[in-house]
């Protein structure tokens, strides 16, 4: 059983500029949300996607999007970027709604210079 | 929504003391309780986790209190060692209706930096 991985590790962008993230659930895994992590502080929840839709949402605007494909990986979309993106972005998955355990992947560290 | 307080901040400790970090949550709802332990640039580890229908759990050197009347609760880790030195959080998750609330949700505390001299 594979655990929960990310790519890639390291990005660093400009200002405006958008990039994707990638997620590979665990397997069996159907269940993804996405948080952000800032440099000394708590992941904050961004959002989660359970068989392809999107489920709920946190306090994040409408230039972080997502997808799930029909595998359950995952992709996180961030547009326009902006200065305080920058942050550790964590992937985690679980078998699905009902269960409460969420594995998390490495995560990918995003640099918006 | 859901708050999730964490105290201390930092925490530090000599080898073999035992280290205990609290959380406090604001929504009654709330019915799961996981800590994670974050090492320096790797993923967040699931220590251990309590439902709101305990009160109390424990794991070897590890355990979590919980207070449901008081909305709080408490990692305990006894006998220290060094290699326990990392960040932990604490979070908080209530379980929504089906029919797309984001259940499931965690909400994080601040972290707590655990520092455990040899």
């Known amino acids: 059983e594979t655990g929960v991985t990310q790519s890639p590790t390291h990005l660093i962008k400009t200002r405006g500029q958008q990039v994707t993230l990638r997620c590979s659930s665990q397997?069996?895994?159907?269940?993804v949300s996405w948080y952000q992590q800032a440099l000394g502080q708590g992941p904050q929840f961004i959002f989660q996607?359970?068989?392809?839709?999107?489920?709920g949402r946190g306090n994040f605007p409408p230039r972080f999007s997502g997808l799930q494909f029909p595998n359950y990986s995952s992709e996180l979309n961030v547009n326009a970027l902006e200065l305080d993106d920058s942050a550790l972005y964590l992937c985690?998955?679980?078998?699905?709604?009902?269960?409460?355990?969420?594995?998390f992947g490495p995560g990918t560290r995003l640099t918006v210079l | 929504g859901e708050n999730v307080e964490q105290h201390p901040s930092t925490l530090s400790v000599q080898e073999g003391d035992s280290a205990v970090i609290k959380c406090t949550y604001s929504?009654?709802?709330?019915?799961?309780f996981p800590w994670y332990k974050q090492e320096l640039g790797k993923r967040p580890q699931l220590i251990i986790d309590?439902?709101?229908?305990?009160g109390e759990k424990k794991d070897q050197r590890i355990a979590v209190t919980l207070n449901k009347t008081a909305k709080h609760f408490s990692l305990h880790i006894t006998e220290t060692q060094p290699e326990d030195s990392a960040v932990y959080f604490c979070a908080a998750s209530t379980r929504g209706s089906a029919g797309g609330t984001s259940y499931g949700k965690l909400t994080f505390g601040q972290g707590t930096i655990l520092t455990v001299h040899p």
């Open positions: 985690a998955s679980r078998p699905g709604l009902a269960t409460d355990t969420q594995y």
């Open positions: 996607y359970y068989r392809e839709e999107e489920n």
């Open positions: 397997s069996g895994h159907n269940t």
């Open positions: 929504d009654s709802a709330s019915n799961y």
């Open positions: 309590i439902r709101s229908n305990v």
